[in-house]
T-cell receptor, first 112, second 114 residues
Framework: GEDVEQSLFLSVREGDSSVINCTYT??????LYWYKQEPGAGLQLLTY?????DMKQDQRLTVLLNKKDKHLSLRIADTQTGDSAIYFC????????????FGKGTSLLVTP | DSGVTQTPKHLITATGQRVTLRCSPR?????VYWYQQSLDQGLQFLIQ???????AKGNILERFSAQQFPDLHSELNLSSLELGDSALYFC?????????????FGPGTRLTVL
């Protein structure tokens, strides 16, 4: 698929909020996903949002969607050192069933 | 633990060789996806099977093939290996929930081609 764009790196202090941004490509994507990957591990599904929603909140996670600009963001409130990981946004690829087209990932570093 | 298992965890082999990666989906999941993760290409979709049938194909090389067996486990076969095939290979199984296809990833197989 075409490129899903994410900034590569983000550093925040423990207790602050983190905002990870993503620009996706397919305006017909029905669902957009956020995954977390810790070192040496597989991808963990964090949350997802339906494309006709503007916002979804799930405990410390808030997803915002601007469909006009094809912009997705993930906000993590009260970020902890255990949140340090790589975060991937992904869109469903319309011409490949429900296969996911991933961004390159944002590496989040949380410092004490 | 996602419930998806992959074996082996690590595989080291030589150029020109052939390897088989195995994936067992979560109990009850009919769909299996294979993805490749490399430093230069990132995460790329390879192929999807649903209940034994190929459903979608992504950037899968002709040297690679996959199948899904009646017990729903899947195998990814990589042949005539090249240095550039060194990567992490993930499988994911999925369940439809309210219209979203929730994909759960295994821990991956790290392939090193020397």
């Amino acid at each position: 698929g075409e490129d899903v764009e994410q900034s590569l790196f983000l550093s925040v202090r423990e207790g602050d909020s983190s905002v990870i941004n993503c620009t996706y490509t397919d305006s017909s994507s029905t669902y957009l996903y956020w995954y977390k990957q810790e070192p040496g591990a597989g991808l963990q599904l964090l949350t997802y949002i339906f494309s006709n929603m503007d916002m979804k909140q799930d405990q410390r996670l808030t997803v915002l969607l601007n469909k006009k600009d094809k912009h997705l963001s993930l906000r993590i409130a009260d970020t902890q050192t255990g949140d340090s990981a790589i975060y991937f946004c992904a869109e469903s690829m319309r011409d490949s069933g429900y296969a996911l087209n991933f961004g390159k990932g944002t590496s989040l570093l949380v410092t004490p | 633990d996602s419930g998806v298992t992959q074996t082996p965890k690590h595989l080291i082999t030589a150029t020109g060789q052939r390897v088989t990666l195995r994936c067992s989906p979560r109990s009850g999941d009919l769909s299996v996806y294979w993805y490749q993760q490399s430093l230069d290409q990132g995460l790329q979709f390879l192929i999807q099977y649903y209940n034994g049938e190929e459903r979608a194909k992504g950037n899968i090389l002709e040297r690679f093939s996959a199948q899904q067996f009646p017990d729903l486990h899947s195998e990814l076969n990589l042949s005539s290996l090249e240095l550039g095939d060194s990567a992490l290979y993930f499988c994911a199984s999925s369940v439809m929930r309210g219209g979203a296809d929730e994909q759960f990833f295994g821990p991956g197989t790290r392939l090193t081609v020397l």
